[in-house]
């Protein structure tokens, strides 16, 4: 399928897919889209994570995921809307991203780990990371197993395709 130019980032760029872990106490879903759905990602101090964050281009689509003991789930999606910035003087940063919308079903992380076509994925090698980019054929594969997301315009996001962050 041939993406279309307002589907991608930056000119040139095709789009990108992350998951973003947040514990659902520090910074929950309901949380980003009582806030207008706008936030910025910021709190992150692993590196490899920062780095993630640092890769982000307008437009990148990105799983929203909550972390923790009780709740270790894909419960929305968010798009980048401002790439990296420095903030503060300790080297930190942020990104902004806008509510995109809720999956219709969270997808839980025992269901992913038991599909043989996210074997590998990022999220089960290296659990403890906050931010995790997503292959696209993964990307897909979660959204059909969650019946895709409902976008806030009112149309669907196809299963086919706040201050927060712990590092």
Same mark, same amino acid.
């Given at each position: ?15 990108h897919?992350?998951?973003l872990?947040?514990?659902?106490g ?37 799983f ?9 789930? +894909?419960?929305?999606? $968010? ?6 910035? !420095? %903030?503060?003087?300790?080297?930190? =940063?942020a990104?902004? @991203?806008?509510?995109?919308g ?35 054929? +993964?990307?897909?594969? $979660? ?6 997301y !409902? %976008?806030?315009?009112?149309?669907? =996001?196809?299963?086919? @395709? ?6």
């Open positions: 399928m041939k993406k279309k130019k307002e589907d991608q980032g930056k000119v040139g760029k095709e789009r897919y992350w998951l872990k947040t514990e659902p520090e910074w929950s879903w309901e949380d980003q889209s009582a806030n207008g759905g706008l936030s910025n990602w910021d709190g992150v101090k692993n590196k490899q994570a920062q780095k993630h964050l640092k890769a982000m281009l307008l437009g990148d689509l990105c929203f995921y909550h972390s923790g003991a009780k709740a270790r789930r +894909v419960v929305g999606v $968010v798009s980048v809307v401002r790439e990296w910035y !420095e %903030e503060g003087n300790d080297g930190g =940063g990104v902004d @991203v806008r509510r995109v809720e999956m219709r079903r969270a997808v839980d992380l025992g269901e992913m780990k038991k599909e043989d076509g996210l074997k590998g994925f990022g999220l089960f090698r290296q659990p403890r990371l906050s931010v995790v980019p997503v292959p696209e054929e +993964v990307w897909k594969r $979660v959204c059909e197993m969650g019946g895709g !409902e %976008e806030d315009e009112g149309e669907s =996001g196809e299963a086919e @395709v706040g201050d927060h962050g712990d590092g």
